[in-house]
């Protein structure tokens, strides 16, 4: 079986609030991250469907620096774990938060 990722995930857990095109909203924490996608986990009775536009809010940083971001994504699969998340596009910060983890 080959690896349909196109980047190494980290093992990376922060809050996730997922919104659907339709406007429902779904918590989760991620379980792994790239610079490409992530793995969320959250309740399994959400009906998706792969394909389907979503946007992934993430609490990257809490506290006094604290950093939230908003990345634009699609659904490439769900089962009763969670979700997989492609990302569309990436912002800056979401980038340079990624690139650090990476680094160290």
Do not use: P, W
Not at 19 to 30: I, M, P, Q, R, S
Not at 65 to 92: A, K, P, Q, V
């Amino acid at each position: 079986m080959s690896d349909r990722r196109n980047y190494e995930r980290h093992l990376i857990r922060k809050f996730a609030l997922l919104k659907l095109a339709n406007g429902e909203t779904f918590e989760g924490l991620t379980r792994d991250m790239s610079i490409g996608g992530a793995f969320i986990e959250c309740e399994s009775n959400i009906d998706l469907t792969k394909g389907m536009e979503c946007s992934i809010r993430l609490i990257l940083k809490e506290g006094e620096e604290e950093m939230i971001t908003e990345i634009s994504g699609t659904i490439c699969y769900s089962d009763s774990r969670g979700l997989g998340c492609t990302f569309l596009r990436i912002n800056s910060i979401y980038y340079q938060f990624i690139n650090e983890l990476i680094v160290e």
